[in-house]
Antibody, heavy 122, light 110 residues
């Protein structure tokens, strides 16, 4: 079974860039039916999908974050990454990385990292 | 503000059945499948049901899901103390062109 682990800065200053990495172990990252996702959770907004990357390199982002988000994949390092620019206090949340299975008739998150609390504060 | 609406709380006595509802729209639940996740505070969500009513390997058959129109439900029978926590529905949203989650329901075993 896949294991995912988030790492990165837990404290980011307002207007700066949040950078997180998700390490993947226990399985292949080259799976046609799988996308690699970032999701965040806060008391104000609940669970919020940020975006995804496929092993082909194709990315998708939530429209509300699209201008600030970049997600990339490095299969040689077995990891994928998130950068979120120009952060504010509203970006304070627990950030999860997760794999999603995507077939014709379903799409769901089957493996999750433990989550990393990122606080935006000066 | 979540795309999918759930009641904030639900409860039941040990051994009983509790049902959680999830309300969506034609942009999500009506034409896309529904998933259910269980989250114990301080941990990551774990999938219980996918594709409306299918259980991943290892999830007991006490958990069952169904869908009708723009709403879905999760039933938990034989309620146990380990079932406490937050339950979230999820689906694909055509307007967002991405996955969306419900607002979450906190389940308490009395």
């Amino acid at each position: 079974q896949l294991q995912l682990q988030e790492s990165g800065s837990r404290l980011v200053k307002p207007s700066q860039t949040l950078s997180l990495t998700c390490g993947v172990s226990g399985g292949s990252m080259i799976r046609t039916s799988t996308s690699w996702n970032w999701i965040r959770q806060s008391p104000e907004k609940g669970l919020e999908w940020i975006g995804s990357v496929h092993h082909s390199g194709i990315t998708h982002h939530a429209p509300s974050l699209k201008d600030r988000v970049a997600i990339s994949l490095d299969q040689s390092k077995r990891q994928f990454s998130l950068t979120l620019k120009s952060v504010s206090a509203a970006d304070t949340a627990v950030y999860f990385c997760a794999s999603a299975l995507n077939y014709d008739d379903y799409y769901y998150f089957d493996n999750w990292g433990h989550g990393l609390l990122v606080t935006v504060s000066s | 503000q979540s795309f999918l609406t759930q009641p904030p709380s639900a409860s039941g006595a040990s051994g009983q059945t509790v049902t959680i509802f999830c309300s969506g729209s034609s942009s999500n639940i009506e034409f896309n499948t529904v998933n259910w996740y269980h989250q114990v505070p301080g941990t990551a969500p774990k999938v219980l049901i996918f594709a409306d009513s299918r259980r991943p390997s290892g999830v007991p058959d006490r958990f069952s899901g169904s869908k009708s129109g723009t709403s879905a439900s999760l039933a938990i029978s034989g309620l146990q103390s380990d079932d406490e926590g937050d339950y979230y529905c999820g689906s694909w949203d055509a307007t967002l062109n991405g996955p969306v989650f419900g607002s979450g329901t906190k389940v308490t075993v009395l």
